[in-house]
T-cell receptor, first 112, second 114 residues
Framework: GEDVEQSLFLSVREGDSSVINCTYT??????LYWYKQEPGAGLQLLTY?????DMKQDQRLTVLLNKKDKHLSLRIADTQTGDSAIYFC????????????FGIGTKLQVIP | NAGVMQNPRHLVRRRGQEARLRCSPM?????VYWYRQLPEEGLKFMVY????????ESGMPKERFSAEFPKEGPSILRIQQVVRGDSAAYFC????????????FGEGSWLTVV
């Protein structure tokens, strides 16, 4: 079945690294995404990783994928107050068309 | 090169009224998806449409909800006889084809039922 799980809340101090974790169940996922949502706003695609990759780095963002454990993480280096938002993990399944299943979202609070 | 455009961004309806949410996909995109985000929850898939066809509506509530994507014009998500539980953010996404690697989301339409 398709299920994506995330912890609900994470609090870090400004300047520290944040690590947001996600687990998924469908091993046939082709891509895994991270989206950011600020209050009252839409979804901003942060990054995505192909399922045949282990790691992807993009400036302050590092995505790690452990396919064996079906575990995905997003590391934000040097976390800033502007990073405070909800972060959604999503898995992309090709079922003749893309079907994206989202996690419930992790609320990141950055303490100045 | 406009992105996915949704309107209205905010809509207030009284219980029993109808809500119509519109989504114009990105230029060149013929595949549209609708997702719903209930308060304090993640996004849930509702329906996937191609031009003039509903491909997968497995996430649509059985009653009062309908979606269309006509040959011309935007995709419409229609909610009849709204109830308080319909209050949510409704996100539309589009892609150029069913097998492309990324879908692009709109800014969302926030429906409040009073």
């Amino acid at each position: 079945g398709e299920d994506v799980e995330q912890s609900l809340f994470l609090s870090v101090r400004e300047g520290d690294s944040s690590v947001i974790n996600c687990t998924y169940t469908d091993s046939s996922s082709t891509y895994l995404y991270w989206y950011k949502q600020e209050p009252g706003a839409g979804l901003q695609l942060l990054t995505y990783i192909f399922s045949n990759m282990d790691m992807k780095q993009d400036q302050r963002l590092t995505v790690l994928l452990n396919k064996k454990d079906k575990h995905l993480s997003l590391r934000i280096a040097d976390t800033q107050t502007g990073d405070s938002a909800i972060y959604f993990c999503a898995e992309f399944l090709l079922r003749g068309y893309q079907k994206v299943t989202f996690g419930i979202g992790t609320k990141l609070q950055v303490i100045p | 090169n406009a992105g996915v455009m949704q309107n209205p961004r905010h809509l207030v309806r009284r219980r029993g009224q109808e809500a119509r949410l519109r989504c114009s996909p990105m230029k060149g995109h013929s595949h549209v998806y609708w997702y719903r985000q209930l308060p304090e929850e993640g996004l849930k898939f509702m329906v996937y449409l191609q031009k003039e066809n509903i491909i997968d509506e497995s996430g649509m509530p059985k009653e009062r909800f309908s979606a269309e994507f006509p040959k011309e014009g935007p995709s419409i998500l229609r909610i009849q006889q709204v109830v308080r539980g319909d209050s949510a953010a409704y996100f539309c996404a589009s892609s150029p084809s069913g097998g492309s690697d990324t879908i692009y989301f709109g800014e969302g339409s926030w429906l409040t039922v009073v």
